[in-house]
């Protein structure tokens, strides 16, 4: 689905209901496995999420935050999802080493 893959979770939700019929019996276990998913992607490309946005692009009721984020030690306070810090979510060093700064390419092109 190319709402799931440009990750407009919302989107890929209200589309789903009207493909659930088609899978049947297996729809639980390919939500279950879409959540996590979506979970995973959320904690590799966020620090912090409005706990309503994280509610609707999992397509849960925001009381069950906790409980589908705990593999990812995400937690759920004060109306966000705050996921640990690290180094695909912007959290963790600036730079790996070897790495080269944009202003050193520049003087390398002069």
Partial sequence: DSALHSAQFPLFW???EAKKALVGGAAPKFEEAVRSTIAQQLSRCVVSVADKDAAEALNVPAKELSKILAA???????????????????GGPAKKA????????????Q
């Fill in 98 to 109: 070897g790495s080269v700064s944009l202003e050193q390419l520049v003087k390398l092109q």
């Fill in 14 to 16: 209200s589309s789903w």
């Fill in 72 to 90: 990812y030690q995400a937690t759920v306070a004060g109306g966000k999802v705050t996921f640990p810090h690290n180094e695909t979510n912007n």
